[in-house]
C-alpha cells in the first residue's frame, strides 16, 4: 500500500548528487581443495575446569557457487532432511552416538558467494574427532545407497512451503527481510527478484520427487559424500591459553615500541589523545540537523488495538483473535504453572520440549516428528512468565503452540491430542539426549548472552516472576540440569516420577488455556473441531500453588572463562514510593543513547550499554555486554542520576527519545504475534485504557520530567544491587580491592 514511485523520488532527492561509478563488485571464489583438511585450535577454559569432555568439532564443506533458484531451494530442503529436526537422519545419529552432548555447526548458510554446509559435535573428547567425522561420513553413504525416507522427505519438503508461504519474519518487517533475500543474490551479480519467485523451482523439485527418480541422494553424492573441499575443525579447550596469549602480546607491543623513535612514541600519544577528544565530544547542532528525522506529528495519538474474545468451555478459558492470517490457524495451548509445586518447576522446560521430541504410546519421536513436518506449519514449547499487573505473584504458563493450514487444521488438533494425552516419558536414553543437549546449549550461549543470563539472575532477587525466569532460564536452570543428568543415569525412576507428576496435575482442563487467532469465517469452523479436543482433555480439580523463594546474594560475582565482562545493576522502583508515568519510558530510553552510549561503550569500550524499566513490576536495571571494565561501568551507572539531573535537553533530543519509544510501543507485528501479545496483555492485567494512558504520558513527555526521573536513579545507586559475570581474576581483583564485595560463584 505504498507508491514506489514516491519512495524513489525521496531517494533519488539524496543520491542525485553523487556521480554513477562503475566497480568492480565480484567476489572471488575461494579456491577448491583437492583433499579434505584438518584443523585444530585452541579455546580459553578455566584452570580447574574439567576439560575431558569440553572439545568440539564439525566437519564443513564448500558446496556449489551455482546459485540456481532450484539448487538453493533443494539445499535447503536437504539441510531440513539431514539436520532439520531431532528425528534427521544425520543429527539422531550424532545425537544417538554418545559421542558428544550437542550438535555444532550452523547447517546450511546459502546467504555467501560459495554455499557452505556445517556439523558436528559438542561436548566431546578430543581424540573422537575422526570418528565422528566418520560418523557423518558413514551416515551420509548410508543414505546415498539406502535411500531417504519418503515421510522425512515430505516433511522437509511442506515445512520449506509452508515457511515460504507464511513469511513469518517475526518482529522483523517483511520488506526489509525480502531485501536481504533479494540481497543473497544481487551481491553476487545475479538476478535479485530470483530467490523470491519461489513457485517455479518449487513446483520443479516437487515434480522431481514425484517421478519416483532419486532427487536429494544425488546431492548427497556429489556435494557432501565425493566433494573434498572439507575440512575438519577440533575447537579443544586450553586454561593457559589466555595466559600465553597475554604473554605473546606484551611481547610484540614491547617489540613495536622498542622499534619506535621517540616522535613516532610521540605521535601515538598525541593519536590516543586526540581520540578521547573525539570520543568526548558530542556531534554540532549544526551536523546533526542535517539528519531526516520524523516529528512528534508524525505519530499516531492512538494505541492500535489488538481484537479480544473471551469465551469459557467447561472450566478452560479460550480467547480468539479475529485477524486476517491468510488461511493459517495459530493456536496456543496454555498450561497454568501455579498448579505445580515449586520443586517441579525446573523440570518444566525439559517437560515441554518431550511433547515434539519423546515421541508418544504408538509414534516413535521420529515418526511424530515426520509427522509435524508433513501435517503442520510446526509445533514447539515456549515458557510465558510475567509479572501480573498490581500483584505479588506473576502470571506463568508452559504454552505449546502450533500452526497449520485451515486445511490441516483436523491434523494439527488430532497431534495435539495425542501429545498431550500419550506422550511417551518413560524413556531414559532420549530424555538424556534432551537434558544433555539443553545443559550444551546453555553453557554455550553464556558468553554470547551474558547480558541476559545477568539480567535474569538480576531479577530473580526482586519478585516472583524473576524468581521462575530464574529457575526455568537461568544460572539455577543450568544448575539443575547438570545435576539432573546424573540423576538419570543413577535413579531414573525418581526422575520419572517427577515428570509423571507434572503430566497428571498440567494436562488438565482446570489448567488450560486456549489462544487461537484466525479470521472470523475460518473460526466458525475451527470452533467444533477445538472442543473435541478438550472434551478428550481430563477434568480434575486443581488447587492453585504458592511459591517461595530464598533471598540471592546482594552483590553476587558470575565467574566463567572470558576476557570481558557482564555488568548488572538494578533496583525495585515502587520499593521507593515511584508511581508509574510514562515519561519513565522516554527517560530510559534516553539515558540509554545518551549517558550509557557514551560512557559504556564508545569511551569504554563495551559492545554495549543499556538500562531497562519493567512498568508491571517497577524493576529498573543497567546492564553491559562484553565489557572490558567492572567497577567503572558500575560507576558510571552511578553518575546516571546526576548527569540526568542536569541534562540540558533541546527540543529534538526529547522528541527523538519520545519517538524510540513509541517505536517500541508499535513495534511491527504479523497476526500470530498480534494474537499472543493481545493474549499476554489480558494475563498480565493490561487494558486498552491503562496503555492509551501510557502513549498519552509519553507523548507529553517534558524535559522536566526526564530531570525528575533522575530522583528515582538516586535510588539505583544507593540500594540497587549488583550481578556481574565475567573471568575470574577480573572478579577476584575486585574482592582484593573491595573487602571481599562480591560473593563469588562458578559457573563454567
Known sequence: DDDPQKRLRVLGKYLAAFDSQEVNSDIALQPRFDQPRQITIPYDASNDEETDHKSMVTVNWILTEARTPEMTLALLMLNQILIGTPASPLRKALIDSGLGEDLAGHGLDDELRQIIFSTGLKGIKAENAPKIEELILSTLTALVQEGIDPDMIEAAVNTTEFSLREQ?????????????????????????????????????????????????EPLIQRYLVENPHRTRVLLVPDPDLKQHQQAEEQHRLAQVRAAMSA???????????????????????????????????????????????????????????????????????????????????????LFGKAFVKMGTETEDFVKLSQRIGRKTGGIWPTLFNATVKEAEVSAAWLFLRGKATVAQADDLLDIFRDVLLTVKLDNPERFKQMVLESKARKESSLIPAGHQVVRTRLGAHFNESGWVSEQTGGISSLFFIRHLAREVEQNWPAVLEKLEAIRRILINRHALLCNVTLDQDNWQQFRP?????????????????????????????????????YVGKGANLYDFGYTFHGSA????????????????????????????????????????????????????????????????????????????????????????????????????????????????????????????????????????????????????????????????????
Open 585 to 748: 519510558l522516554v527517560a530510559t530510553h534516553y539515558l540509554r543513547t545518551s549517558w550509557l552510549w557514551d560512557k559504556i561503550r564508545v569511551q569504554g569500550g563495551a559492545y554495549g550499554g543499556f538500562c531497562s524499566f519493567n512498568r508491571r513490576s517497577g524493576l529498573f536495571n543497567y546492564l553491559s555486554y562484553r565489557d572490558p571494565n567492572l567497577l567503572k561501568t558500575l560507576e558510571n551507572y552511578d553518575q546516571a542520576a546526576e548527569f540526568l539531573r542536569h541534562a540540558e535537553l533541546s527540543q529534538e533530543e526529547l522528541t527523538k527519545s519520545i519517538i524510540g519509544v513509541i517505536g517500541q510501543i508499535d513495534d511491527y507485528q504479523l497476526p500470530d504475534a498480534k494474537g499472543y501479545t493481545s493474549m499476554a496483555r489480558y494475563l498480565v492485567g493490561d487494558t486498552e485504557e491503562m496503555l492509551q494512558r501510557m502513549r498519552d504520558e509519553v507523548l507529553a513527555t517534558t524535559a522536566s520530567d526526564i530531570k525528575a526521573f533522575a530522583e528515582m536513579l538516586q535510588q539505583v545507586r544507593e540500594h540497587g544491587l549488583v550481578v556481574v559475570m565475567g573471568a575470574q581474576e577480573a572478579l577476584e581483583q575486585v574482592n582484593q580491592n573491595q573487602k571481599d564485595w562480591l560473593t563469588m560463584l562458578k559457573v563454567l
Open 168 to 216: 513469518n519474519t517475526g518482529s522483523f518487517p517483511r520488506g526489509l527481510a525480502l531485501m536481504f533475500v533479494a540481497l543473497s543474490s544481487w551481491l553476487y551479480g545475479d538476478d535479485p527478484i530470483a530467490p523470491l519467485a519461489f513457485e517455479a523451482p518449487l513446483q520443479a523439485i516437487k515434480s522431481r520427487i514425484a517421478s519416483g527418480a532419486p532427487y536429494f
Open 529 to 565: 473441531k477445538l472442543s473435541r479436543l478438550l472434551e478428550a482433555l481430563p477434568t480434575d480439580p486443581v488447587n492453585r500453588q504458592d511459591w517461595t523463594f530464598q533471598p540471592l546474594p546482594e552483590r553476587e560475582g558470575l565467574t566463567i572463562p572470558a576476557q570481558v565482562n
Open 263 to 349: 616522535a613516532e612514541i610521540t605521535h601515538i600519544i598525541e593519536q590516543t589523545q586526540e581520540l578521547k577528544r573525539l570520543q568526548e565530544t558530542p556531534d554540532p547542532p549544526e551536523a546533526l540537523a542535517t539528519i531526516p528525522t520524523l516529528t512528534l506529528d508524525d505519530l499516531e495519538k492512538t494505541n492500535k488495538s489488538l481484537p479480544l474474545a473471551l469465551d469459557t468451555e467447561g472450566h478452560t478459558q479460550i480467547l480468539y483473535h479475529d485477524l486476517f492470517t491468510n488461511g493459517i490457524v495459530y493456536v496456543d495451548l496454555g498450561l497454568d504453572l501455579h498448579a505445580l509445586p515449586q520443586d517441579l518447576l525446573p523440570y518444566v522446560p
